[in-house]
């Protein structure tokens, strides 16, 4: 939601995606971290909705002293093969 913000989505049809907007991560699920460490780059022309994409990117991380199992990316595959 936090990307939709910037521009990098979209709600309905008729909304327009910016490809310059987005957001990027840098440490992954389960990396250690400390204090300064740099969470991720926010993009976007809407600079109005940068506080506010901040706020739900905040929401949206849990950090944890504890070490997080890592996630499995992958569910399963889809085979057009028969």
């Known amino acids: 939601m936090a990307s939709l913000?910037?521009?990098a989505g979209r709600l309905t049809m008729t909304?327009?995606?910016d490809p310059?907007?987005?957001i990027i991560f840098y440490p992954k699920i389960g990396d250690?971290?400390?204090k300064g460490t740099l969470i991720a780059d926010i993009f976007?022309?809407?600079k109005e909705k940068i506080d506010e994409?901040?706020?739900k990117m905040i929401y949206a991380i849990k950090l944890?002293?504890?070490k997080t199992k890592p996630v499995k990316l992958i569910h399963s595959i889809?085979?057009?093969e028969r």
Do not use: N, P, V
């Open 78 to 80: 889809i085979s057009s």
């Open 20 to 22: 310059k907007a987005g």
């Open 53 to 55: 994409a901040k706020q």
């Open 64 to 66: 944890s002293r504890e």
């Open 5 to 7: 913000e910037l521009g």
């Open 15 to 17: 909304d327009k995606i």
């Open 32 to 34: 250690k971290i400390t």
């Open 44 to 46: 976007t022309d809407k």
